[in-house]
Structures are given as structure tokens and as C-alpha cells.
């Protein structure tokens, strides 16, 4: 099996920091030296860090330059102004380094010519001798699986979601979003400028990169065109990928620029091109995190947009079934035999068994009465998927646990997806119920109405897929 | 000055639990006797427990009936179910009691006719003899002004915002969000099917209350028609409406039909009359929130859609950019003397000067580099507001204080709003700024999404009132 050319810049053999300061409170030792060390890469990988004045930072030995660090380096992460980094490329060049992360700014986004004259001289070059460029202006690199990170604290273990990512934050909030609810990543890049390394190149790699089972992607510049689509489409084919687009606006589309020097081109043409690609497109991370979250368990099956809705409170629930029905989603009435069983098991008073099904005052057995209403909900013939409400916050996490694994089995048994909701944040489970959720293929949304979104998005995917190969 | 009528029902010199539990964990005395007796309500004045099975309970003494009741009984909650609630009636009716509140479900919301036949009995006796019936299937009143509370935990300070509510559930969530959004109440009323006090009653009524500076509505009901139209146009005329209407799908319909028996006329034609009237609609309690705290602070007077944002992060400000735009607001170039200055202030690499403003890397001093940028954009001509963004999460509360200070009177000073948005929400500040800058007029938004949306729908409303008498 010979090996994919990126593998070569995601999988390097060692590191080095070029710039680092001798202060830790400073912002790019923070993200980057923290984020390696907190991954182990110094434990598994020599990492060397670059500073001409400092013997040793953080209890890692300093070198004077590239050329002074004994071994071949494979990644250089540059954390000097952009004034200087044709001098850091010659040296790059001449230490043999395959993959060269610019978090520098300070190129083509700050919209002077000279600096974008800069940027194209300096990638010139790079490319001219085989040295590949993540950047400028970005974070780089998060890959669990090969201990990189670009800031401490995401999660150690690697997962199945790769990300494609032009801008840092967005990635740190995507990364964090999805990890709180359970998910686990294989690679993800901040492109930033995306001179070198762009979209394109980074989704033909996504497309047949083993690690990656879901794709997302998160785009300014659409300048690549044809080759963007391509890619798109052949990421897109292969598994399931979720685009967001940035600067639809033409105030955003402004924004963007003078973030990474891109050119958008027009979003109803872009948006149709990732609907023909079979891309699922959506309007925010929130979107994006939530449809992420339906495509890797079981909601990814649902078979129509007809759910029951679990709630309780009667003004909740009218509120709900508007917004879902904003979203595509219907609740229509419940099957006959559904509604006999529910008039046996929920009081009348103050109650409502029709659908939404408000079960605010369940009497002394609350629990088993309202395991046994889920249990009726989920076999009703009428309806294509379950919302219901988990009140997470006050249980212990062995209930926690416990419900999750009951709704694991109940989906199983009854063929159809349970989606679980809180009342307004996934923050009211546990962590560790989060994660054994995902696990179980069960999903947890912020809110019903979240819950509704991701299913009509997915719903929408899927229809737009039509004709195309099925997915794994 | 006369006294309105409904100041008999509101200002009770006296109230009676009705069916009042000696199990303090049930629910109705964890609502309302608790409630009541968190406000104070039994210090203040008689509050009767009826009870003949108990002596006492929470140290208030219990009397068999109301005729037992030594003195006179202004005010009845009923705790009682449907089919007992003939002899209550019968019961208030001898003791000259005012109002009664029927928290008791059970009737025509139950879908069954001979509840929907024992509702319209009730009501009219009660009708017949001068008692009037808050309810029934509701949470009834919240009126600290009165030390009247129906579930312990609201705010006892009396403020200006009165709601008018047929979910008991809705107006919890109302009042928690707004409370924690600085605002204080004058009266809530939850009134459930309504079927003797309805939504245009209680809208006359807030319309003179001189206690109510902003009302707000949420109605299922709207077969009132043309009662309910003049109600709400009298409101709307003498103080900021906001209207949210549940069961605006179909689902949705029938769901409020089993929440409260509501019949729902059509959307369409209600939003219409809404607009006609001179109220703003809505389409969420978060919407409604936002725009609530907008029409209370200094937002009130924005001028136009033109905003400045403020932010961190090239991505996130791109994305904000495009949901506002979404929202009706654009972010224009910013005037050629306010671009100098910034120029002066930010630092040219990994930020943007454009609008939306990115400050993500400020240098040594960047707290006083922030506030030199804020002056400079709260005086740009070309724009109408400003968003910035609060960093509160690891502020100290003295620091939050003073930096809502200064906002308030650079707002002064500027003669233009400047909003405040949390990252993700208002609970990154403490309490006690968010009440401080609710008191100072500076509006403080969950994110900046949710102020541009509500600066949107304010200005949407400002349209429609236009050839409407001026407000106060």
C-alpha cells in the first residue's frame, strides 16, 4: 500500500517550534508548546524548539537555528513576523523539512500588495524545492492519532471526524462543540490564507483518508472553482461531508477578506455546487455540530420527518411544535393503538397525550411510567423518530448512564432513532454520559428544536443524494 | 382616582390555599404555598390554608373550610381537582371571595365535552355572582409589588415589565430569563383557557396599569378576534407590546388545543392584526427575551440597521457578519476618521480593522487599547449602533461593574447604542452586572446574533408603528 504524499506533512517523525519565546505567558507558546506537550508529541517524537537566546523553555533544550538541531526535522512550526519568513523558508529548504505551518500572519489578509507579493514569492519558493505549506495565518494542525495539537486541552484519543477548516477559532469551536458531545477526531487543519495547501487539495486527501469517516468543512475562499467542486464531490461521494461557507454577506463577504485574503464567489452558485456535489449544507457551526452529531449515530437512518415529542410543560411543547414544523418536521397524530396505550399509562389531568405528548405530572411512579410511555412512542406506526426530553441535570451519573443505555437498546429494539434533547444545553449531561451516547449511537441535542434541525437537514441531504452511490 | 376594577383581583387584603397538602413535597405546595410564603406574602397579610384534615402545615394554621376563614377572603388558589371545583365555587360565592384561581386542570383542555359543559357551568355561576376566575389550568399570579409569587425563586423586587401569559410554563421561563437579564416585573398573569379572564382583559387592563411600562404576550387563543384586536391596539398605543403567538402550525394548533382547548384562527391574518395594532411579533420566548431588554435600554432609540462589531476571531467575525446580515443589519466601512485612528490603535497582523473589527491580538496594554477602539467606533458616522463583545467569564465582578460604567456613559456620550454580546451567554457576567447594566440602559445579549436580531425586529416594529402616536 504505497502512502498518500500528505501523509509525509500529517504523520512527521519530529518537530520544531522556530520562534518560540522565552515567555510563557506568550500567546503562541500557550497554543502551541502547551498544545504539543499536553498531547505527548515531545514524549513520543523529538521536538525541537528554535530560539537563539534561551538555553532551554519548559524543560525542553533550545537550538540557535534549524541547522543546529541534530536530527531531520519534518514539521516547522514558524512563529516569527511575516518580515522574516523567506530567510525561515531558505532554512527549511536546507534542513530537508517536508511541511512548514506559517501560524504567521501578516501576508495577503492585510490587504497591502506588498505583503501578498510576499506571501506568493515566499510559496514560490517553497513549492519550487517540494516543502509544502499549511498557511499562512492559521492554527495548523490538531491530529490526535500522530499526538499534534494546536492548543492544550482537546481531547487525547483519536475519532472518526476530520475537519477542513479555513479559520483557527471556528476549528477550536467545532472541535470543542463536537467533543463535548461525545465525538473524536482524525485530523483537523486550519488552512488560514490556504496558499498552498487549500480546500481542495485537503478534501481530496479527507476523501480517501482511512482515519476520516465524516467530513467537515468550513470554507471562505471559493476562488479554486473547478477544482474545489471536484474535490468537494469526490469527498463527497465517499463519505458523508457537511459545508459551511463564510462570507455569504456581502458585509461578510468583506469580513472574510481581510481575514484570509479570500474571494467569494457567489453563494447561491457555491451552495448549488455542494448539493449537486452531495455535500450537506449548512448556515452555522451550531448546524454543523448538530448534523455532524445526527450523521455518526443512528438519526443518520431515519427514514421520514415524522417524529413524536417527549416533552413536558403544555406551552413548551406548542412553542416546540411550531419551530420543528419551521424545520420540516412534522408530529403528526399518534397511531390508534399508540393512543390506547398512553390513555392507560398518563393521567389525564394536566397532561397530553396527543402529539407533542406533555407528561408533566406522572404521579408517584414518574420513572416506569415514563419509561413505558417512550417504549409505546417508539414502536407508534404513524411516526419516523422520537425527541425526547432527558432531564439530565439533576440525576447521578449512574442514571445518566443508565437512561442512556435503556434509549440505546430501546432504538435497537424498535428500529427507529430516539434523539435525546435537553431543555436548552447538552451541559445539563455528564460528560461521560455524552460520551457513551455517541458511543451507543444514541444523539444529544441542545434542544428539541436542534434535535428537529439536524433531522430536516439530514433529511435534506439525503434527498439531494439521490441517485448518487450509496454510503458506507 | 378611581381604583380599576381588576385592582380588586390583583391586590388581594387576603388569600386562601385551597386542597393545600400536609405533604410539603407535592407539588402544588412546592408552587404556591412556597411561592407565597417566599415573597413574604403571609407576613404581610392573612393567607388562610384550607384543610380540614390538618392543623397546620408549614406553620401556618389550616381551617376546614372557607366559612371557617375568620376573616374576609379576597383571593382563592385551588388546589382541588375538576369534579370538586362546583362546590368550591359555591364555597367563594358564600364567603364573598373576589377571584378564584383554578391552578386545577381537567377541563375543556381535556378534549372531553361534559369537561368542556362543568367548564362554561362553573364560570358562568362564578360569572353571575361578581367572582371572577383566573384560570383554569394555570399558574395564576405573579405580583411582587403584592408579595404574590406562584413558585418560590422569583425576584421580590417590583419592576416594570408585565406579562400576560396563557402558559404557566412559558411565563416561568419569561421570568427566569428575563430576571436574569436585569429586568424586574409589575405583574404576570398566567391564565391558562382563559375562560373567564382572557387575554383581552388582561391587555385592557396592563394598557392603564400604571405599574406595566412593557408588556408582554404570549396567547394560544385568538377566537377572541375582534375583542382581543382592540385589547391589544389599546396596549400597544400606550406602551411597547410584544406578541408571541403558539400554535401557528398545524401541529402546533393542536397541540395548544390540548395545552389550553385554545381554537387558533389563522396565522396569517393574527400577525397582520398584531402589526395593524401596533405590537411587535415575535417568533420565540428568546426572541421575545431579547427584544424585551432592547426596548427597555437604550436600543430603543437605534437610529438604523447600521452596526459595528466588535469581536475576536477572523472566523467568527466573518460568520457573525453574515448571520446579521441575515438578520437585517449590515456592517458598513467604517468612515475614513474612525479607519485612521483604528489604524493608530490596532496592530496591523492577525487583526482586522475592517468592520467587523478584529482585536484578537492587542499587545501589552490591551485593556486600554480596547477602550481607545470602542471610543473611536462609538463615534463613527457612518454607522447606527455598535456590538461589542464582553469578555466576562474570568473578569472580577468590580472589573465587570466598571467596565458596564464605562459603556454606559460612552453610550451617553456617543448619543448611540452600544450593546453588549456574551460569546455564547449572559451568564458569563455575574448577576449583578447584568442587573447594573440593565439599570444604566446597556443591553446585554446572549450573542451578537441574538442583539442584531432583536436590534432588527425593533427597528421592524418602529416601521410598522409609524403614523402611531409616539410612545412615552
Known amino acids: 500500500m504505497s502512502e498518500h504524499a500528505l501523509e509525509r506533512v500529517f504523520r512527521p517523525r519530529s518537530a520544531a517550534l522556530y520562534g518560540i519565546s522565552r515567555n510563557m505567558q506568550n500567546r503562541s507558546n500557550q497554543f502551541f508548546l502547551r498544545g504539543l506537550m499536553d498531547q505527548g508529541f515531545h514524549e ?6 528554535v530560539n ?19 536530527d531531520p526535522v519534518d514539521y516547522v512550526i514558524s512563529l516569527v513576523p511575516a518580515l522574516t519568513a523567506e530567510g525561515l523558508v531558505e532554512e527549511c529548504i536546507a534542513k530537508g523539512v ?14 497591502d500588495p506588498r505583503r501578498a507579493e510576499l506571501e506568493q514569492r515566499l510559496i514560490a519558493r517553497a513549492r519550487s524545492a517540494g516543502l509544502r505549506v499549511i498557511g499562512p495565518n492559521c492554527m495548523g494542525l490538531y491530529h490526535p492519532a500522530a499526538r499534534m495539537a494546536f492548543i492544550p486541552g482537546h481531547p487525547k484519543e483519536a475519532g472518526d471526524v476530520s475537519v477542513v477548516c479555513q479559520s483557527g477559532g471556528n476549528a477550536m469551536d467545532i472541535i470543542s462543540g463536537l467533543a463535548q458531545r461525545g465525538a473524536r477526531f482524525a485530523k483537523v487543519v486550519s488552512f488560514g490564507n490556504g496558499t498552498d495547501l487549500g480546500a481542495a487539495e485537503l478534501l481530496e486527501y479527507a476523501a480517501v483518508d482511512p482515519e476520516a469517516r465524516i467530513v467537515l468543512a468550513y470554507v471562505e475562499d471559493t476562488s479554486g472553482g473547478r477544482a474545489l467542486f471536484e474535490a468537494l464531490r469526490r469527498c463527497a461521494r465517499a463519505k458523508p461531508t457537511i459545508v459551511l461557507k463564510g462570507g455569504i454577506s456581502s458585509a461578510g463577504a468583506r469580513a472574510a477578506r481581510s481575514h484570509t485574503a479570500s474571494l467569494a464567489g457567489s453563494h447561491e452558485v457555491f451552495t448549488a455546487a455542494c448539493r449537486q456535489a452531495g455535500a450537506a449544507v449548512v448556515r452555522s457551526l451550531d448546524e454543523m455540530i448538530d448534523l455532524a452529531v445526527a450523521l455518526s449515530t443512528r438519526p443518520r437512518e431515519v427514514a421520514g420527518p415524522r417524529a413524536v415529542l417527549l416533552a413536558v410543560g403544555g406551552g413548551f411543547s406548542v412553542l416546540t411544535t411550531d419551530a420543528l414544523a419551521a424545520c420540516g418536521i412534522d408530529l403528526p397524530e399518534l397511531d390508534g393503538s399508540t393512543l390506547a396505550r398512553l390513555r392507560e399509562l398518563v393521567p389525564t389531568d394536566g397532561n397530553s397525550i ?6 408533566g405530572y406522572m404521579g408517584e411512579d414518574a420513572e416506569a411510567a415514563l419509561r413505558a410511555v ?26 445518566q448512564r443508565r437512561t442512556i443505555e435503556e434509549l440505546a437498546d430501546l432504538q435497537e429494539r424498535a428500529g427507529k432513532p430516539i434523539v435525546v434533547a435537553a431543555r436548552r444545553d447538552v451541559g445539563e449531561l455528564a460528560d461521560e454520559a455524552l460520551r457513551l451516547a455517541y458511543e451507543r449511537g444514541v444523539a444529544v441535542f441542545p434542544s428539541p428544536v436542534s434535535a428537529g434541525r439536524a433531522a430536516g437537514l439530514l433529511l435534506e441531504w439525503r434527498r439531494q443524494r439521490e441517485g448518487l452511490p450509496l454510503l458506507p
Chains 1, 2 share one sequence.
Open 354 to 359: 396527543e402529539n407533542p405528548v406533555d407528561t
Open 44 to 49: 513520543a517524537a523529538p521536538l525541537y524548539l
Open 374 to 399: 417512550t417504549e409505546a412512542v417508539a414502536h407508534d406506526a404513524n411516526t419516523d423518530f422520537v425527541i425526547t426530553m432527558l432531564r439530565g441535570r439533576d440525576l447521578p451519573l449512574d442514571e
Open 52 to 70: 537563539p537566546n534561551a538555553e532551554e523553555i519548559a524543560g525542553l533544550r533550545c537550538y540557535p537555528s534549524l541547522a543546529d538541531c541534530p
Open 98 to 111: 517536508r511541511a512548514l505551518h506559517l501560524y504567521t500572519g501578516g501576508f495577503a489578509e492585510n490587504l
